[in-house]
């Protein structure tokens, strides 16, 4: 009954794995650095992160949102059901038009399937991605007045959990916010704020960020894909709240103040 838990040490496998475990549910959680190691865009280490497992919860790479996600994606769910590995949860993006054919593959794999359709994670902005440059005091990010319903990684991965374990949830798509709409700039605002520091905004053209993405050490192609999704789903389409966490959870989602004072708090000083 082991669980497969892809992006094991990333932002949302890492802590489904820490509540399954926590439940005394047997995970193996698997990335390029694991044993056994797995890598999306190697097929010949799929088998070997899948045999043996009876469920799994992916978070794809290097994004679900660029193009080429659907066939790998397609690929490796139906190696999983021949692996007998049939009860698949997916992390997706909202409103991306690759996530969705990704999605589609993956449904037609013929698995056991629930889908968590996501909004962005209020852990961009502390664990990764954006983290570095928050710290050093400032956020970049492409023109956009729009606001983003953010969401905490773990409500996510306390869904996630719920939906492996209750066979209620297979065939569903839970489509998961947090409970308001942040622009980047009031990001920048709240996170400074809750860390004690001002976190300088600054937006530019979708071809300017695409060379600060390059500069922090993105592949061009990888740049280019992400910067303009960036700009297609700020472009208001995801600008809506959903109940998918209180759904599954029975409560409300957890707002990102909450958040960023447990997370990036001072520790007071003394003496
Ligand atoms: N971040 C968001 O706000 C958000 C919101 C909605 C949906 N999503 C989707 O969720 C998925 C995960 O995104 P994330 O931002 O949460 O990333 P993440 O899971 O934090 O990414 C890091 C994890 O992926 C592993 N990894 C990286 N490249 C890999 C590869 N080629 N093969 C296997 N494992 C690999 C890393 O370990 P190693 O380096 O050891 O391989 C690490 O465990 C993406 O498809 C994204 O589109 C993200």
Redesign the pocket.
């Known amino acids: 009954m082991t669980t497969l838990i ?8 890492r802590r489904v794995a820490h509540r399954l475990r926590a439940l005394g549910r047997p995970v193996r959680a698997v ?4 044993e056994p190691r ?4 190697d097929d010949s280490t799929w088998q070997g992160a899948l045999t043996g497992c009876t469920s799994a919860y992916l ?7 660029l193009p080429g996600a659907d066939t790998i994606l397609g690929a490796f769910s139906r190696r999983a059901v021949a692996l007998g590995c049939t009860r698949l949860v997916l ?3 909202r409103g991306e038009d690759a ?1 969705r054919q990704a999605e589609t593959a993956f449904i037609a794999a013929g698995a056991e399937w629930t889908i968590l359709r ?4 209020f852990q ?1 902005f502390t664990e ?2 954006w983290a570095e440059e928050i710290a050093a005091g400032s956020l970049t990010m492409v023109e956009s007045t729009v606001g983003e319903p953010f969401v905490d990684a773990d409500d996510l991965a306390e869904v996630a959990v719920a939906t492996l374990l209750d066979p209620v949830h297979i065939g569903r798509i839970h489509e998961l916010t947090g409970p308001r709409l942040i622009t980047f700039r009031e990001i920048a605002h709240e996170i400074g704020s809750a860390s004690g520091r001002h976190v300088a905004y600054r937006q530019m053209p979708v071809h300017d960020y695409v060379a600060t993405l390059v500069s922090a050490g993105l592949p061009e192609e990888d740049a280019t894909g992400l910067a303009y999704l960036f700009a297609e789903v700020l472009d208001g389409r995801n600008a809506r709240l959903e109940s998918g966490v209180s759904d599954v959870l029975g409560r409300e989602a957890r707002d990102l103040r909450d958040f960023a004072r447990n997370a990036l708090a001072q520790p007071a000083h003394h003496g």
């Open positions: 892809t992006g094991g040490t990333g932002k949302t496998g990335s390029r650095h694991s797995f890598d999306w865009l978070t794809f790479q290097p994004d679900i949102g992390l997706s993006g996530a996501s909004a962005f994670f961009n990764a991605f």
